[in-house]
């Protein structure tokens, strides 16, 4: 016979009070911290702050009537598309675009070469799904990208950095490290570098891609700058010299070059990663917004957007100049900087007997404010590494920026 509990025997429920606690956040959400740039653009909303800190491109400098004027097109000519879902891999007229791009600029590219994420910060989560099993080991420049410490951090992978000199990543080092750790990839920004502004020259590019092809290692290329340049020639991709054609996945964003609020970027890999990084996709966001992917391929179709790099890249450059015309001044005696010859960073190292994370809060007291540099290091972070800082030159004009170094000079002082 099966037994019955009546209403009068069942126990009474748990009282309010008596309730347990929720199930802890997972490991790595709990062992990453959010970014140092995010969190101080949060401090430092005041509009009389100068900001140096943020990777924000001007944007008084968009071209807000074109991009307008392509979505109007789009919602004239295929409203119904442009609302509707799409395939994960993206648009077909924008990927084809895309590989021309790609094809014009010497790396021969179709367009089922590419996926379309949601920002080029979307393609390194999807990276990190489709290659890095918790525990597994990948190789960063140092100082590196502060977001992508952060996704390998939360793939949790062992993130170990390369040495390196002005010229980026030294090929010796990185054979010894590949050697001694089997890592699954290396992660590079070798154009104009986030957050140094350095550029990695085309021998460099070569033996790295050397080193990677005979030891056995994925490089991702994460070029979201390279389209910047306002002073010397331009460099070839990593993806394009011998040995990398089947091991390298190369980044790209028209955050920097168009809009970055229209959250587009893209991957470019084999084949077989990249239909990883489509599953993976999938399973994040099933695909990018429909109307900005059509808007875009409007855009590239009906605009010049090289022009408009160009326009962009003129004024970058005199902004540049007017930082490096002023940052003499401004820094201590001691202090080395690099000169970019593109992008939008500037990095700079004080003595080292300062410390510009302790020193931020003063500065930014004074009205102007700057990223510290103990934040793109990983692992120890020595005197060293907490004496160098950030310095974006694009957001301010000339005048602003003369202003600006003024301010952290007071504040250093």
Same mark, same amino acid.
């Given at each position: 016979?099966?037994?019955?509990?009546?209403?009068?025997?069942?126990?009474?429920?748990?009282?309010?009070?008596?309730?347990?606690?929720?199930?802890?956040?997972?490991?790595? $959400?709990?062992? *990453?911290? %959010?970014? &140092?740039?995010?969190?101080?653009? !949060? @401090?430092?909303?005041?509009? /009389?702050? #100068?900001?140096f800190a943020g990777g924000l491109p001007a944007p008084e400098l968009f071209d807000a009537e074109g991009v307008a004027a392509a979505f109007r097109d789009v919602f004239a000519d295929t409203p119904a598309r442009a609302l509707q879902y799409a395939t994960t891999e993206g648009e077909p007229a924008l990927r084809e675009?895309?590989?021309?791009?790609?094809?014009?600029?010497?790396?021969?590219?179709?367009?089922?070469?590419?996926?379309?994420?949601?920002?080029?910060?979307?393609?390194?989560?999807?990276?990190?799904?489709?290659?890095?099993?918790?525990?597994?080991?990948?190789?960063?420049?140092?100082?590196?990208?502060?977001? $992508?410490?952060? *996704?390998? %951090?939360? &793939?949790?992978?062992?993130?170990? !950095? @390369?040495?390196?000199?002005? /010229?980026? #990543?030294?090929?010796?080092?990185?054979?010894?490290?590949?050697?001694?750790?089997?890592?699954?990839?290396?992660?590079?920004?070798?154009?104009?570098?986030?957050?140094?502004?350095?550029?990695?020259?085309?021998?460099?590019?070569?033996?790295?891609?050397?080193?990677?092809?005979?030891?056995?290692?994925?490089?991702?290329?994460?070029?979201?700058?390279?389209?910047?340049?306002?002073?010397?020639?331009?460099?070839?991709?990593?993806?394009?010299?011998?040995?990398?054609?089947?091991?390298?996945?190369?980044?790209?964003?028209?955050?920097?070059?168009?809009?970055?609020?229209?959250?587009?970027?893209?991957?470019?890999?084999?084949?077989?990663?990249?239909?990883?990084?489509?599953? !993976?996709?999938?399973?994040?966001?099933?695909?990018?917004?429909?109307?900005?992917?059509?808007?875009?391929?409007?855009?590239?179709?009906?605009?010049?957007?090289?022009?408009?790099?160009?326009?962009?890249?003129?004024?970058?450059?005199?902004?540049?100049?007017?930082?490096?015309?002023?940052?003499?001044?401004?820094?201590?005696?001691?202090?080395?900087?690099?000169?970019?010859?593109?992008?939008?960073?500037?990095?700079?190292?004080?003595?080292?007997?300062?410390?510009?994370?302790?020193?931020?809060?003063?500065?930014?007291?004074?009205?102007?404010?700057?990223?510290?540099?103990?934040?793109?290091?990983?692992?120890?972070?020595?005197?060293?590494?907490?004496?160098?800082?950030?310095?974006?030159?694009?957001?301010?004009?000339?005048?602003?920026?003369?202003?600006?170094?003024?301010?952290?000079?007071?504040?250093?002082?």
């Amino acid at each position: 016979m099966t037994a019955s509990v009546t209403a009068a025997s069942a126990s009474p429920p748990a009282s309010a009070s008596a309730s347990a606690s929720v199930p802890a956040l997972a490991a790595r $959400a709990r062992a *990453v911290g %959010g970014s &140092a740039v995010r969190d101080i653009l !949060a @401090v430092i909303a005041r509009p /009389d702050v #100068i900001n140096f800190a943020g990777g924000l491109p001007a944007p008084e400098l968009f071209d807000a009537e074109g991009v307008a004027a392509a979505f109007r097109d789009v919602f004239a000519d295929t409203p119904a598309r442009a609302l509707q879902y799409a395939t994960t891999e993206g648009e077909p007229a924008l990927r084809e675009a895309l590989a021309l791009r790609h094809t014009g600029r010497g790396l021969p590219t179709d367009a089922d070469d590419l996926l379309v994420t949601t920002g080029s910060q979307q393609a390194l989560s999807l990276l990190a799904t489709a290659l890095i099993d918790p525990g597994d080991v990948v190789l960063v420049e140092t100082p590196c990208y502060l977001a $992508a410490l952060q *996704v390998f %951090g939360l &793939a949790g992978a062992r993130v170990v !950095a @390369v040495p390196g000199d002005e /010229d980026g #990543i030294a090929p010796d080092a990185l054979e010894e490290l590949v050697v001694r750790h089997r890592p699954k990839l290396l992660y590079t920004v070798p154009t104009f570098r986030n957050p140094t502004g350095q550029t990695m020259p085309g021998e460099r590019r070569a033996a790295v891609a050397e080193v990677a092809a005979r030891l056995g290692l994925w490089i991702v290329e994460d070029d979201p700058y390279g389209e910047l340049r306002f002073e010397g020639e331009r460099v070839p991709w990593i993806a394009s010299f011998p040995g990398a054609e089947d091991r390298t996945v190369l980044l790209g964003s028209f955050s920097k070059v168009m809009a970055p609020g229209l959250r587009l970027g893209w991957l470019r890999a084999p084949a077989e990663l990249l239909r990883a990084c489509t599953v !993976a996709k999938q399973a994040a966001d099933l695909h990018t917004p429909t109307v900005n992917q059509l808007a875009a391929a409007r855009y590239l179709a009906d605009r010049d957007l090289d022009a408009h790099v160009r326009r962009v890249a003129r004024v970058y450059g005199e902004r540049r100049d007017a930082m490096l015309d002023g940052i003499g001044d401004a820094l201590p005696e001691g202090s080395t900087w690099t000169r970019p010859e593109g992008g939008m960073f500037l990095w700079a190292r004080l003595p080292e007997s300062y410390d510009t994370t302790a020193l931020l809060r003063g500065v930014v007291e004074r009205g102007v404010a700057y990223v510290p540099g103990a934040s793109f290091y990983a692992g120890e972070v020595g005197r060293a590494e907490r004496a160098t800082m950030r310095l974006c030159f694009v957001t301010q004009t000339p005048d602003e920026i003369g202003e600006g170094l003024r301010r952290l000079g007071a504040g250093l002082r």
